[in-house]
């Protein structure tokens, strides 16, 4: 068993939007990503997400409400639920969620990571 140090991890990269993958437990990823700026309105069909901001604040935007997030806090985002992150400023944000989660969900475009790099 190895530990893991998360602000070693985070600073081991610098890109938004792009989950890196730092665990697995059955069968979902343990998912590192920095966000900045706004995403894209999103659903995933048949994943739930779980989003656990680090460092930070995350506002998570749907079609009747919205989520703030700051450091220590998380939500799960329910499957097939559209939402949309956005990060004012950089956030650092755990993501948990199944192996076949696709980033960007329903939608596929240049933000979409079809390869996640394991760090």
């Known amino acids: 068993m190895r530990k893991i140090n998360l602000a070693e991890k985070f600073r081991s990269f610098n890109d938004h939007w792009s989950p890196k993958i730092v665990g697995e437990i059955n069968d979902s990823y343990v998912k590192l990503a920095k966000f900045k700026g706004e995403f894209m309105r999103h659903s995933h069909a048949n994943e ?3 989003f656990l901001v680090v460092k930070g604040r ?3 935007k749907f079609r009747e409400s919205e989520v703030q997030l700051d450091a220590g806090e998380f939500t799960i985002v329910p499957r097939g639920v559209e939402h949309l992150p956005i990060a004012d400023d950089e956030a650092h944000v755990l993501l948990l969620e199944p192996k076949s989660t ?7 475009n240049d ?9």
């Open 102 to 108: 696709l980033n960007t969900g329903n939608l596929r």
């Open 48 to 50: 739930d997400e779980l």
């Open 111 to 119: 933000r979409t990571v079809d390869d996640l790099e394991r760090i």
């Open 58 to 60: 995350l506002r998570i």
